[in-house]
């Protein structure tokens, strides 16, 4: 089975994923762009107990548009968000993609909030992303 660990920036924080994520997804929304300092953010989602949390985190909690909770996890030594939960998905976890620093991980499935994107990304994957 295929295991990958996704780290913080500093290492303190780390997540080791069991088997391949149920969801891969790309997310043009503001939060996403708060979050990540970035254009956009890279998701991949598993069930909680496929993966395995080693090292302490804090928790930002946000209201999500429609009001549920989306809880992040941040190193507190150097500030990366490396997994969340959300209130509308239970038993699933979240990890932030770019954490596994692996360019060979599979590409997205779907994208979401691309209208909120900046107008001179453009995403090329094969197979076309799903806009949800
Ligand atoms: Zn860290
Ligand atoms: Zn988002």
Known sequence: MTTRTAQCAC???RATCEGEPVRRSLCQCFSCQRRTGSAFSLNAT???????????????????????????HFCPACGTTLYWRIERQPGMTYV???????????????AVYSERGRPWIRFETEPPLVQQ
């Open 11 to 13: 290492g303190a924080l």
């Open 46 to 72: 598993w069930p909680d107990e496929q993966v395995s949390i080693e090292g302490k985190s804090r928790v930002f909690e946000r209201s999500g548009e429609e009001g549920h909770w989306a809880r992040s």
């Open 96 to 110: 932030a993609v770019g954490c596994f620093a692996d360019p060979t991980f599979p590409v997205p499935e779907f």
